[in-house]
């Protein structure tokens, strides 16, 4: 299997050019990589919950498919120890970006070989998804009994994540609205 390459280098989120269309005169890139991520819901989906736990991102940036998909395994693993009917977990984000690289040959004889920057558009590597600061990528709804083990579960889903993030705890079943973002003032561009 190919390498992966260091994810700084994908991390600041720049205007995508990277659609896909089903007709190719409007695609930006030729071919879509294969999604990682299984499943994006995972246990009782039309349970009532007393508790609903999100894990809000703490910066601007990407989270490659392959690291979500790991976040989501790590957080499922412990909610499962409650029971599939004890839990509802959602991943929020999708990876729409599409990451793509133009990689240059180095060595004796690589100016015959590779082409420079022409048509430097680059081979699609991965996919990624677009996060901004207070946006949910995770969100566990849990019985109050059971708020330790979720918080167990988004603390370990955290550490799998490239980026600082928190987890806030909402009572009932709502859902995330703009009052709860934990920054409300995004930094402008030039300030990033």
Known sequence: ???????????TIERPYTRFSKYKALSYVRARPQLVIARFDHGHQLGKFDVTLH????????????SLEAA???????LEKLGKTAYFMRLKKYPFH??????????????????????SFGKPIGMAAQCKIGD???EVRVNRKD????????NRARMKLP???????VKGS?????SVKVVKNYPKKSEK
Request: charged share 20%; glycine share 6%.
């Open 72 to 78: 989501r395994q790590t957080c499922n693993r412990v």
């Open 136 to 138: 949910p990528i995770f």
């Open 147 to 154: 708020v330790a083990a979720a918080k167990l579960a988004l």
């Open 174 to 178: 709502d859902r995330v609205v703009n």
């Open 98 to 119: 599409i990451l793509r690289e133009n990689p240059l040959a180095s060595g004796a004889g690589a100016d015959r070989m590779s082409q420079g920057m022409k048509l």
């Open 1 to 11: 299997m190919a390498r992966l390459r260091k994810f700084s280098a994908y991390q």
């Open 163 to 169: 980026c600082a993030c928190t987890i806030v705890e």
């Open 55 to 66: 894990l809000l991102a703490g910066r601007w940036m990407q989270i490659r498919h392959n």
